[in-house]
């Protein structure tokens, strides 16, 4: 992997530099305790020191709703929408949702390549950049608290500069383009990366242990766990639109007056809201909150790839309204909380 040093007093230069790529989005503070990749106008918007926004980038890549068709049932018609050519630069990715969008891409690109995140991803530029841990975080635990691939740069912080990790073609043609605004990389970059490496490794206050999880979850099927939690939950499904490796959708008919043209619409879904089990005949087959978190928890803490379906990230217990702890939960699934 090559790798570059970015002089700190050369950051605006590099962000301008990124405009050449797309629009710049970047985490904004956007109330007391909210944070936003929102799009940037000024420098000083852009807030590298938070540790999570609300709703995590997959919405740059699966929008929350969006149109996947018109139809004419007369004319046997259907139309997709023209491809946008909206090109983005999402610059300060955390190395969490960066492993979440990796799984996205699996999850969009390989059975059935779904055209509208494939043309998405070919017009993005991701930069991501290191963090320090709060008392949520645990990605440490999950395995991805450091990004091997799924971007173009990745900047860490070690001090006077950014130690620079080119990820992809694109990452190298940004590099070779703009040679004045890095440095080789010397043994006292290396070593500076690897203490905060440490350091922030180090920090983590939060832990879960995974080993085993997948079957102990299915060993507490009929655990109490379920029915604690469930009674708390508010069926809200807040936890689902936060998560960044959530990716349910559901796909409505708008039908017109006309009862011949209409839209095919895909939007985002939450597995705990009580309609996700309704059937056609009307039967639910997860009627209850205890079911549904049941379910949540099993798909959440179940592998894919040898990679659970959660990357840490802590953003389902933070905004939780019921306060329904992610790691607590688990925790009383293997044990070790009574
Ligand atoms: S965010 Fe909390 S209250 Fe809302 S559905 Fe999820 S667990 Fe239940
Ligand atoms: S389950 Fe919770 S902690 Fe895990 S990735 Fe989703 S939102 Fe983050």
Not at 170 to 177: C, M, P, S, V, Y
Request: aromatic share 12%.
């Amino acid at each position: 992997m090559l790798v570059k040093v970015l002089a700190k007093s050369s950051f605006s230069s590099f962000v301008g530099a990124l405009g050449d790529y797309g629009d710049l989005y970047a985490p904004v503070k956007t109330s007391e305790k909210v944070h936003s990749f929102k799009e940037i106008e000024s420098l000083t918007d852009i807030d590298l020191s938070y540790t999570r926004t609300m709703i995590p980038p997959k919405k740059f890549f699966i929008h929350p709703e969006e149109v996947i068709f018109e139809f004419n049932i007369d004319e046997e018609l259907y139309i997709e929408p023209p491809g946008g050519d909206e090109r983005i630069v999402l610059f300060g990715v955390h190395s969490c949702d960066i492993n979440a969008l990796n799984l996205l891409a699996k999850v969009f690109t390989e059975e059935l390549p779904d055209k509208y995140y494939l043309e998405r991803k070919e017009r993005s530029f991701i930069v991501g950049v290191s963090c320090v841990p709060d008392e949520y975080c645990f990605c440490h635990s999950t395995g991805t608290s450091y990004a091997q691939e799924g971007f173009e740069l990745f900047l860490h912080d070690i001090g006077d500069s950014y130690f620079v990790r080119v990820g992809s073609l694109k990452g190298h043609e940004f590099i070779a383009t703009h040679p004045s605004l890095f440095e080789a990389a010397e043994q006292s970059h290396y070593d500076s990366f690897k203490d905060a490496e440490r350091k922030m490794y180090a920090s983590f206050t939060n832990e879960l242990e995974m080993a085993g999880l997948q079957d102990l979850l299915d060993m507490a099927y009929e655990s109490e766990v379920w029915t604690e939690y469930g009674d708390k939950c508010l069926g809200c499904g807040s936890c689902n639109l936060v998560c960044p490796r959530c990716r349910c959708y559901d796909v409505e008919d708008h039908i017109n007056l006309d009862l011949n043209t209409g839209e095919r619409v895909r939007k985002w879904y939450s597995c705990m809201l009580s309609e996700h089990g309704l059937v056609a005949g009307g039967h639910n087959f997860r009627p209850t909150a205890r079911e549904r978190i049941r379910n949540r928890f099993n798909c959440k803490g179940s592998l894919r790839e040898d990679m659970p379906n959660c990357v840490g990230c802590g953003r389902c217990t933070v905004f939780c309204p019921a306060e329904i702890d992610y790691v607590e939960v688990m925790k009383k699934v293997r044990g070790d909380l009574k």
